[in-house]
């Protein structure tokens, strides 16, 4: 790829000028690049550090150097972590650390090279600068300065080499699309979602870290993770409709959707439920009565999916205790059952249901049959 394909495949001309500025001035020192998320409204920077117009170091904030050649020594995967991390603890200046000896006496024990250690840098470059790509950024100096370069004669990583690598995760993100627009997305969780998912690593990590408040980028950032790997993930789930995503907090304000309340205590019909309607309404999942009886405590619901057989209150008598109140009287409650006998039909109806569906039931039948009724 030449140079100029380079340039035009990064669309941020501050960014990219940045780069090519301190390249040409042979520039060492550190500049803070920031910019505004325009979708959020949010703040992001990083620090770049350039040695001869080369990149050394791209860090969201100055780096401890102890903690930072630790961190590196950790990604490196290095036979005898710790061994190694007190043999230079021992020999360098604990009042004034220098991240290159420390990676010189690192790589003076052979258990990697230099060519191991810019490999993970540059990866770790690249990683970081892509956030900056769809935004105009702010370059300004900053007095701080690390000792860090690499190999003997205490070189950086040509700016082209990241490029590159960002180059050819632009293809790999393209993949993701439109599910994960942007690594600044905040993904949340769709109503009732959990209690469909039976993998508990999955629920576990949902309920952890996905808060409708955090980026992709800061869940994958918090996990110590290169966003590029988690994606697959996400965009598993999305697809899933467990979650979604959005990028400005009156994005998720404005979906108005009419909303369905599905109430079973089965995962699998919980999950086809979801898959059927989520296009056009937003599905809340409840697997009891009571936990149903909370949403409508919470949330303005336009009809109500239900199961006859429920642990504790059975779906007959949910019908019948949200009928005694004025403002479920009119509210459709569709009964969805296995069982499809006259006397069950009879029940369903006495308890005040509006439509009695047998299961199985048909996905493209249940979301015809739920727009007659909304």
Known sequence: MTESQLLSSVETPSFVKTLWLSQQKHYTGTVRLSAQVAETGRNIECFIFFENGCLTLVERSIPDPMTWVTNLARSLQMNCFDSVMDYVARRIDQNCPSPYQMMELIVGTRIVAWADIERVVTHQMAVMLERFLPHTCTVTPEPEHLDIAYGADRHGIPWDDVLQIIAQRQKQWKQYLPALRSVEAIPYLRDGALVSITHEPTKQHLQKWVDGKRSFAEIAEGL?????????????????????????????????????????????????????????????????????????????????????????????????????????????????????SLIDRAKGHMAGTTRYLTKPIDQAELLRIVSEYI
């Open 224 to 340: 110590g993770q290169d966003p590029l790997t988690l994606a697959p993930l996400y965009y598993r789930w999305t697809n899933e409709r467990l979650i979604d995503f959005y990028f400005n907090r009156d994005e998720l304000a404005s979906r108005n959707l009419p909303v369905v309340l599905s109430v079973d205590d089965s995962p699998i019909v919980q999950a086809m439920i979801r898959r059927s309607l989520c296009e056009s309404y937003e599905v809340i999942c409840a697997e009891s009565a009571m936990d149903a009886l909370g949403v409508l405590s919470r949330r303005p619901v336009d009809l109500i999916l239900l199961d006859v057989t429920m642990p504790e209150i059975d779906g007959l008598e949910f019908c019948r205790t949200i009928r005694r109140m004025n403002k479920f009287k009119n509210t459709p409650v569709i009964m969805l059952t296995a069982k499809d």
